[in-house]
């Protein structure tokens, strides 16, 4: 097992190093408008002049800070830099606070809404850089965004936090994350990414209220998200935290196992593990369900049209890898690992483009390749696969 795990992790910083990283620097890099492009398309095509998202920016920022706290290779924390100041420079809202949710290609705002989601991966990738390079600023700007998204976003009478909100804090009509969204005020996903970076921020700012909503998140999460007798997390809420759709996300369960799991870990408290673990098990047992017999993962299951979706994206394959790495690290589940491992070999053999760089979107259910949707862009990112490499690299070495 132990020779299995050291092939794994030389594996994953072989395509870290080698792909993922470098295809980002040398391929995403706007030089000429500042930041970052914001697409390259499924066949490998540039789109200089494409919009720039806040998910993307604060995703590099994310990973390419860990890579550097990781790693230390001076080409990382370059990048990280880069994101950063850009973030700061254009994506912040120095009137009204919060992140702007997309750009123009030249850095001009063009939707201005305050997505939530947006602000927790901004402070993801913000408490990162602090943890990785010790920066004020980062941390500093970090801070500003969790105290708007509790002034604002959080429901002090039903508890959670609403999705979305306008520039100026107010109600919005459209609070959808994607088109792909119902349109509801709370939502797992939202909730998921909140407690995420919330962890990760109380890693360098060990604050009283941030550890309280920490500790609220997982028990929002447990009494409000999960569905206790199947173990799969619901998607959407009414703001009474009513849920009205029956949609099994697998990704997000097994993503969730582990990111809950890390979260608890962090708050350090001994009772707290104990009372969620049994949890974590749980969900990530239900997220089982989705699996393939060849590791892969399923996307998701409309139970109430009895209709399952059955392609297989890349974020998805990384974050099945990484929740059973968690089972197997934890909880000593050796079939666990042989799932992550089936997963991996899944992985190399169908999303990697070794011509193109970085992975493929999908493969859809019949094996062919999905170019239709972003090999770089608002929602193809560094963050899932690059994470992935580094858990391994990080719980391993």
């Excluded at 620097?25 to 490998?44: A, C, H, P, S």
């Excluded at 290779?73 to 009204?96: N, V």
Aim: glycine fraction near 6%; include cysteine.
């Amino acid at each position: 097992m132990i020779k299995k795990l050291e092939a794994l992790r030389e594996e994953v910083k072989d395509e870290l190093v080698n792909d993922i990283l470098p295809f980002w620097m040398n391929r995403m890099t706007d030089r000429e408008q500042g930041g970052f492009y914001g697409r390259i398309d499924g066949n490998n095509c540039l789109h200089p002049d494409a919009p720039k998202g806040a998910i993307l920016n604060a995703r590099i920022l994310w990973t390419f800070s860990a890579a550097f706290r990781l790693l230390k290779k001076p080409e990382y924390l370059e990048t990280a830099t880069r994101a950063k100041r850009y973030l700061l420079d254009f994506f912040y809202d120095k009137q009204y606070g919060g992140i702007f949710w997309e750009l123009n290609a030249d850095g001009t705002p063009s939707d201005v809404k305050k997505q939530i989601y947006a602000l927790g991966f901004a402070i993801y990738g913000l408490s990162e850089y602090a943890r990785a390079t010790g920066d004020r600023e980062a941390l500093e700007y970090a801070v500003r965004l969790f105290e708007v998204i509790e002034k604002y976003s959080f429901d002090p009478v039903q508890n959670g936090y609403v999705e979305a909100l306008t520039r100026e804090w107010q109600l919005i009509q459209d609070m959808r994350l994607s088109d792909k969204d119902e349109n509801e005020k709370k939502t797992m996903n939202t909730h998921l990414h909140i407690l995420e970076p919330y962890a990760n921020l109380y890693r360098v700012w060990k604050d009283e209220r941030l550890e309280k909503q920490l500790r609220n998140l997982i028990k929002v999460f447990v009494t409000r998200i999960l569905d206790a007798e199947s173990g799969h997390l619901n998607l959407f809420f009414e703001e009474d935290w009513s849920n009205k759709y029956h949609i099994i996300s697998y990704g997000h369960d097994i993503e969730a196992s582990w990111l809950i799991h890390e979260a608890a870990l962090v708050l350090g408290d001994q009772q707290l593990l104990a009372e969620t673990e049994p949890v974590i098990v749980k969900i990530a047992r239900a997220a089982d369900e989705g699996l393939n017999r060849d590791g892969s993962m399923i996307y998701e299951n409309f139970v109430d049209k009895q209709k399952v979706d059955r392609e297989l994206h890349w974020w998805v394959q990384a974050e099945n890898v990484v929740g059973h790495i968690n089972l197997y690290q934890y909880f000593h589940d050796e079939d666990a690992l042989h799932k992550a491992l089936k997963c991996w070999q899944f992985i190399k053999e169908n999303l990697i483009d070794g011509e193109g760089g970085e992975w493929y979107w999908s493969r859809y259910a019949d094996g062919t390749v999905n170019r239709k949707d972003d090999k770089a862009g608002f929602w193809k990112c560094p963050y899932h696969n690059g994470r992935m490499c580094m858990e391994i690299i990080e719980r391993f070495s």
